[in-house]
């Protein structure tokens, strides 16, 4: 049995995937969102055992829940045209009424290894024989930098993981500490080792990571203050926090209902695949072996490469002000792999300007008269162009094709009269706004932007011809 172990234990540590700083969480328990801030769960003890996690919260119930409802990332998902935020809001199947001491999640024991959590002293201890911890032996290893309040510890065999009241932050080891205070791999809850403070409630934020869990491939934080159990899941490729940008803008400002999204990464896919319009009306969840989720469910898309995907976001997010986001991706070879989750933040409007590529403030892609304009075919005074947006939110209107959201422009820092915001019949989040030229502007390379609800666009350049039309 002993060898058997060892045997399991190092297939773990070949193939596991690993945990990047500031990653987001896939899953989240309690809430209806990861925005969510109800009644929730107050968890400070967890356990995984045989395909269930029991929490012990504060009302001194023991509640449990079927952790086989959070489809593994490379397993088959099934049926994925659930609701929105299909990973998040398990009900427990069962709880008990049962008076659980608080504090018990500050020691991990697995095989013959202990890991005590030792608050008062702001440091963790390891022994790596259970036999020489319950003598009163001196710690094999003993980790005393980088905590402020060290409340609790998961050691599945493989990675060590320490919860950090005070820095509102979940620190990960890869392979279980040699030496005395070995730095951590990665953290969770904040974007780096420097950062500490507590930001706004999100799917990579942390208030006070009470109790911790890991099943070897999950890792269950029982967020008490936010009344919550986040579920972070490694992964095989990196995904960067700023990942995610609009693709008209190519900026990583939150994003509204409807955006077109861009995703870069590296491996994403194995082949380079536009998405052709379907006859059916019905976009494609995937393309080239890829898939990307929010939230659990698949999202429409527009095309794959190598180092990046394209993606359209929801036009309805609920009431959630944040989500998080994965790249899901089977190869030529029959292998697949996923990313870390990463955060998304989301609000009703934040316009981007299509362009063309090169250095900021990059030519914008504009029309006028149906035609480009272009050194050759410049803009004139007092004219009306065509902009290309994304992200101009929600739909109004009879047709339900005019832009919900006011949107305000300025050409050369002067307001400019938008004549109308539309997102036209078969388009695909990529808006229309007719706006009128000043008719004082001068022969130059001018200036554009858009704004709704104080959310400002990035600025384009255009070139300006004056003089008689």
Known sequence: MNRLMAMLLIAVSVSAAEFQNGQAARAVIGQASFSGHEAGIVAHALVVLRGRLYAADSANHVLAFDTTKIPAPKDDLGDRQGPACALCGFA???????SVMQGIAASAVFGKVVVIADTANHR???????????SGQKPDVTLSRGFAEPASVAFDGKRLFVGDLALHRVLVWNALPAMDDQPADAVLGQPDFTSSSVS????????????????GINLFVADAADRRILVFTPGDNSLRGDAAVNSASLLTTPFAPGTLVTLRGAALSDAAE?????ESGTPALKLAGVEVFLDGTPLPLLAVSSDEVQVQLPY??????????????????????VTNAIPLTFTATYPGIFAFGGSEPRSGLLLHAGAPITSDSPARPGETVTVWAA????????????VATPVSALVNGQPAEVVSATLPPGAVGVYEVRVILPADLASDDARLAISQNGNASNIVTFPVESGSQ
């Open 200 to 215: 706004e409630l999100g799917a990579n934020t942390l208030r006070s990571p009470a109790a911790l869990a890991s099943d």
């Open 92 to 98: 427990p199947v069962s709880i008990a009424n049962q």
């Open 316 to 337: 309805d997010f609920g009431n959630a002000t944040a989500g998080s986001l994965y790249v899901r991706t089977e190869h030529s070879n029959g292998t697949v792999t």
């Open 391 to 402: 992200g101009l939110g929600v739909l109004t209107g009879d047709s339900k094709a005019e």
């Open 124 to 134: 963790v201890l390891i022994w790596r024989g259970v036999n020489a911890a319950a």
């Open 274 to 278: 536009p998405v052709q319009p379907p």
